[in-house]
């Protein structure tokens, strides 16, 4: 196309619009703990709800201040989680994750940390202590 027959009105009328990301979530002053990779039981049942949680969670208008991986639960901060991308949305809402750098030492696994910030015993601590609720599963 030759730049001289370009129709500059086209471009006149044209309507550009700014778009900016702004998470819809908003931070509650609590704190959710994980410290397995189920809810209840450890069976399809449990794996799947502790998934349900967490896919729920991310889609929630209400999300809480941290997010606590604690346990064998590290291991769904990990490469080959199916979980990441969820997480990483929480994270991008705004939710602090946590995951303990113990449970992945314990575990030889650290080097395979994906999603979320390590954290030791004091971090931990300090954390429950700036939420007026904590929720463990």
């Not at 410290?35 to 209400?62: A, C, H, P, W, Y």
């Not at 969820?86 to 314990?106: F, M, P, Q, T, W």
């Not at 080097?111 to 954390?127: C, E, F, P, T, Y």
Request: some cysteine.
């Amino acid at each position: 196309m030759n730049p001289e027959n370009l129709d500059t009105n086209f471009f006149e009328e044209a309507y550009y619009e700014k778009r900016v990301w702004i998470a819809s979530a908003r931070l509650s002053n609590s704190l959710m703990m994980f410290s397995k990779t189920f809810i209840g039981e450890d069976d399809e049942m449990g794996r799947n709800s502790l998934n349900d949680m967490l896919v729920t969670l991310s889609e929630s208008e209400m999300v809480p201040k941290y997010i606590v991986f604690w346990n064998n639960a590290v291991k769904l901060c990990v490469e080959d989680s199916d979980l990441i991308p969820i997480i990483n949305r929480l994270e991008k809402y705004g939710v602090r994750v946590l995951v303990a750098s113990h449970a992945l030492d314990k575990l030889n696994i650290k080097s395979s940390l994906r999603v979320g910030k390590l954290a030791n015993h004091l971090d931990l601590i300090d954390a429950i202590n700036q939420v007026q609720k904590v929720i463990n599963f």
